[in-house]
């Protein structure tokens, strides 16, 4: 008695086993019968799960949705020895049995019933608005990306290059005249010579004599621009804090971009200060080209976009910034090596954006040989400018120097006075891994 009585004060209860333990009772939660529709089985169908279905943007309006209750078949004691931790979820999937009175559909691929505000459901479970296209042998879902590669145009801000760079020997054509003039008439008195005496060492002496002549030459012709590029190489920097105005000065530092950003035209490298695409075609012995005056066994240039603007370079002497002029029809001699991107040989197939960029251009896409090579300077790549300093308005500038550049004699190269026109800039290679983040 009295334990009852604490078990009333106390709100404590007695288990089956005899013991009391606090609290009240738990109620006694009932199991779900094959009568219950508190969810209803869907077996996979969209259509059949209400509101569900108008998510997806399927009319329900029309045809009888409703949907019988699963008849579900006796457990087995494990299953409901397992049911009875699991209480108040009703499965349903492939192995949820049949529906009474009419076949199921089960957990398999949902029908393809679109609307106009979105696409199919694809077996990727994901959705996105817009229709696929229909190709048999592309995956659903995989959209192929479009490129555009039509001709940017920029204003008058921007330099547009020949691609040519203005440069050559610094010897008074006179001289020139003269010496082929002597070397002319040196081999004609030796083979007067030889035919009078008969006598055939006085031709070989005077081929001797006139040999290494033309060899300078020669390798004056082939080495020019490569003899010039390592002069300016091997040209000390100058310091920007000390340089007056007029002087011309070297600086090396990293560049940045000015107001309008270069890209290149194939690959489409974005934030350039100077951007080059070239189109070489080869020429064989018989065919046409799109240069007539293109000699046969050579390569020449079909087309070319070679861009620079206004730019910042920070010197790695002092780090003072300076402006280069070298937009609005500047006067630009770039050294920077291209790369080929593209290499078509006669029984090579194009591919479809090299095919796109030259009909963006009106350019034939024919049996020639072909090479497409990009040159370009990136922000943040390291740059030598080669030009006069100027200072205006409190603005430290590098404009393109009045007069051409002359260079003297390289005696030990074996090189004649060269000259080259314009602002210079030498970049070592396209600096992909070297750039500098700015």
Same mark, same amino acid.
């Given at each position: 008695?009295?334990?009852?009585?604490?078990?009333?004060?106390?709100?404590?209860?007695?288990?089956?086993?005899?013991?009391?333990?606090?609290?009240?009772?738990?109620?006694?939660?009932?199991?779900?019968?094959?009568?219950?529709?508190?969810?209803?089985?869907?077996?996979?169908?969209?259509?059949?799960?209400?509101?569900?279905?108008?998510?997806?943007?399927?009319?329900?309006?029309?045809?009888?949705?409703?949907?019988?209750?699963?008849?579900?078949?006796?457990?087995?004691?494990?299953?409901?020895?397992?049911?009875?931790?699991?209480?108040?979820?009703?499965?349903?999937?492939?192995?949820?049995?049949?529906?009474?009175?009419?076949?199921?559909?089960?957990?398999?691929?949902?029908?393809?019933?679109?609307?106009?505000?979105?696409?199919?459901?694809?077996?990727?479970?994901?959705?996105?608005?817009?229709?696929?296209?229909?190709?048999?042998?592309?995956?659903?879902?995989?959209?192929?990306?479009?490129?555009?590669?039509?001709?940017?145009?920029?204003?008058?801000?921007?330099?547009?290059?020949?691609?040519?760079?203005?440069?050559?020997?610094?010897?008074?054509?006179?001289?020139?005249?003269?010496?082929?003039?002597?070397?002319?008439?040196?081999?004609?008195?030796?083979?007067?010579?030889?035919?009078?005496?008969?006598?055939?060492?006085?031709?070989?002496?005077?081929?001797?004599?006139?040999?290494?002549?033309?060899?300078?030459?020669?390798?004056?012709?082939?080495?020019?621009?490569?003899?010039?590029?390592?002069?300016?190489? !091997?040209?000390?920097?100058?310091?920007?804090? $000390? @340089?007056?105005?007029?002087? /011309? +000065? =070297?600086?090396?530092? &990293? #560049?940045?971009?000015?107001?309008?950003?270069?890209?290149?035209?194939?690959?489409?490298?974005?934030?350039?200060?100077?951007?080059?695409?070239?189109?070489?075609?080869?020429?064989?012995?018989?065919?046409?080209?799109?240069?007539?005056?293109?000699?046969?066994?050579?390569?020449?240039?079909?087309?070319?976009?070679?861009?620079?603007?206004?730019?910042?370079?920070?010197?790695?002497?002092?780090?003072? !910034?300076?402006?280069?002029?070298?937009?609005? $029809? @500047?006067?630009?001699?770039? /050294? +920077? =090596?291209?790369?080929? &991107? #593209?290499?078509?040989?006669?029984?090579?197939?194009?591919?479809?954006?090299?095919?796109?960029?030259?009909?963006?251009?009106?350019?034939?896409?024919?049996?020639?040989?072909?090479?497409?090579?990009?040159?370009?300077?990136?922000?943040?790549?390291?740059?030598?400018?080669?030009?006069?300093?100027?200072?205006?308005?409190?603005?430290?500038?590098?404009?393109?120097?009045?007069?051409?550049?002359?260079?003297?004699?390289?005696?030990?190269?074996?090189?004649?006075?060269?000259?080259?026109?314009?602002?210079?800039?030498?970049?070592?290679?396209?600096?992909?891994?070297?750039?500098?983040?700015?």
């Amino acid at each position: 008695m009295e334990n009852k009585n604490m078990s009333t004060r106390i709100g404590s209860h007695q288990l089956r086993n005899g013991l009391f333990v606090s609290g009240r009772p738990e109620q006694q939660k009932e199991r779900p019968t094959a009568t219950s529709r508190a969810v209803p089985y869907t077996g996979g169908d969209v259509k059949k799960s209400g509101e569900l279905g108008k998510m997806y943007g399927i009319d329900m309006s029309t045809g009888d949705h409703h949907t019988d209750p699963p008849i579900l078949k006796k457990p087995s004691s494990r299953a409901s020895s397992s049911s009875q931790h699991n209480s108040g979820s009703v499965r349903s999937g492939p192995n949820s049995g049949q529906m009474g009175g009419h076949k199921s559909s089960n957990s398999g691929p949902i029908p393809k019933k679109s609307s106009s505000g979105s696409g199919p459901i694809q077996p990727t479970g994901l959705i996105y608005s817009g229709p696929l296209s229909s190709s048999a042998g592309r995956r659903s879902g995989q959209l192929e990306p479009t490129i555009s590669f039509k001709k940017i145009v920029y204003g008058s801000s921007v330099t547009s290059l020949s691609g040519d760079i203005k440069m050559g020997f610094n010897v008074s054509r006179v001289a020139m005249w003269v010496l082929f003039a002597v070397i002319l008439m040196a081999l004609m008195a030796g083979a007067f010579v030889m035919a009078t005496v008969k006598k055939f060492v006085i031709l070989v002496a005077v081929g001797a004599a006139v040999a290494p002549i033309l060899m300078i030459l020669l390798w004056n012709y082939a080495y020019k621009e490569r003899g010039l590029v390592e002069f300016l190489r !091997r040209y000390p920097d100058a310091e920007l804090r $000390g @340089a007056v105005n007029g002087q /011309f +000065v =070297k600086v090396t530092g &990293v #560049v940045t971009c000015g107001s309008i950003p270069l890209e290149t035209s194939f690959q489409r490298v974005p934030r350039c200060v100077y951007a080059s695409t070239e189109l070489h075609e080869y020429k064989a012995c018989v065919g046409n080209c799109a240069n007539p005056r293109q000699r046969s066994f050579s390569w020449g240039r079909k087309h070319s976009e070679n861009y620079v603007g206004d730019f910042y370079i920070s010197d790695f002497q002092t780090g003072l !910034r300076a402006l280069v002029k070298a937009g609005y $029809g @500047a006067k630009v001699a770039p /050294f +920077v =090596k291209s790369k080929t &991107v #593209v290499d078509v040989t006669s029984d090579s197939e194009l591919s479809p954006n090299f095919i796109r960029w030259l009909a963006d251009r009106n350019l034939s896409s024919d049996d020639h040989v072909m090479r497409l090579k990009e040159g370009y300077i990136k922000e943040g790549s390291t740059v030598s400018v080669m030009g006069v300093v100027m200072l205006q308005e409190n603005v430290l500038m590098i404009v393109p120097p009045p007069e051409p550049i002359s260079i003297g004699c390289q005696w030990l190269r074996c090189l004649l006075p060269t000259y080259v026109e314009g602002l210079i800039l030498t970049c070592d290679d396209i600096q992909d891994g070297d750039v500098i983040p700015v």
